[in-house]
């Protein structure tokens, strides 16, 4: 299973991006890709590949430290996991977008506003 199944009823199409020739997810403080062993690998970093500010990157740490454990680096971290609950409890933590998720009464209310346009 690729790391676009994993995620894709949860996580945002935009944030998957190809790099290197590797499926990640990309948000604004960090890249998520799916290992060989089928471990996640998260590296926090910035946008660009930029290294996080000290502030930015001890405040997300801070958060997530209870649940993994990070190796840390100037401006940047990383850890690997085997739990996916662990990356959806943090999206918005990691600067992920998630998957838009239409209610069914606004569902309903676009189809007829289509059906009445055509």
């Known amino acids: 299973m690729n790391l676009r199944q994993h995620f894709k009823n949860e996580v945002s199409s935009s944030a998957f991006l ?12 960090s890249q ?3 290992t060989d062993s089928g471990h996640f690998d998260i590296w926090l970093v910035g946008p660009n590949l930029e290294p996080l ?28 996991t085997m739990d996916k609950q662990l ?6 933590l990691l600067g992920i977008k998630k998957k838009r998720k ?8 676009i ?5 009445k346009a055509s």
């Not at 189809?111 to 059906?115: G, K, M």
């Open 111 to 115: 189809t007829h506003q289509l059906r």
């Open 102 to 109: 239409i209610s069914i009464s606004e569902r309903q209310r």
């Open 32 to 34: 998520i890709s799916l």
């Open 87 to 92: 990356i959806l409890r943090n999206l918005p």
């Open 18 to 29: 190809v790099i290197d020739e590797e499926t990640r997810i990309v948000g604004k403080y």
């Open 53 to 80: 500010s000290p502030r930015k990157l001890n405040s997300i740490l801070k958060s997530i430290q209870q649940e993994a454990s990070f190796t840390v680096l100037t401006g940047e971290a990383y850890t690997q």
